[in-house]
């Protein structure tokens, strides 16, 4: 059974920083992209940042300057640096791997973390 479980969240001042982890555990062949999302109350869930196996990463607008997605692919984990922290931040923040379980040759699926809250007040 594959498992991501994340860290690092809670509450912040406006300006303040916050770093998350996610770590992937169990049985499977290869990850490929890890991201980060997030979902604010009434809000849908957005795409905050993803890194690729290879590095390549993509951010939010949004977020873009602020935040930095990094990962270890050795320890099958992902990390979300966030600077310059604002209320319009806050949201529960889900880690997401897309994984192959068996071998190059399966299906990619999707993996959702449980979430963690990041609150930006004051």
């Known amino acids: 059974q594959v498992q991501l479980v994340e860290s690092g969240g809670g509450l912040v001042q406006p300006g303040g920083s916050l770093r998350l982890s996610c770590a992937a555990s169990?049985?499977?062949?290869?990850?490929?992209?890890m991201a980060w999302y997030r979902q604010a109350p009434e809000k849908q869930r957005e795409l905050v940042a993803q890194v690729t196996s290879g590095g390549t990463t993509h951010y939010a607008d949004s977020v873009k300057g602020r935040f930095t997605i990094s990962r270890d692919n050795a320890k099958n984990t992902v990390h979300l640096q966030m600077n310059s922290l604002n209320p319009d931040d806050t949201a529960v923040y889900f880690c997401n791997a897309l994984i192959k379980k068996r071998s190059m040759f399966s299906t990619e699926y999707p993996y959702w973390g449980q979430g963690t809250q990041v609150t930006v007040s004051s």
């Open positions: 169990g049985s499977f062949f290869s990850i490929n992209t």
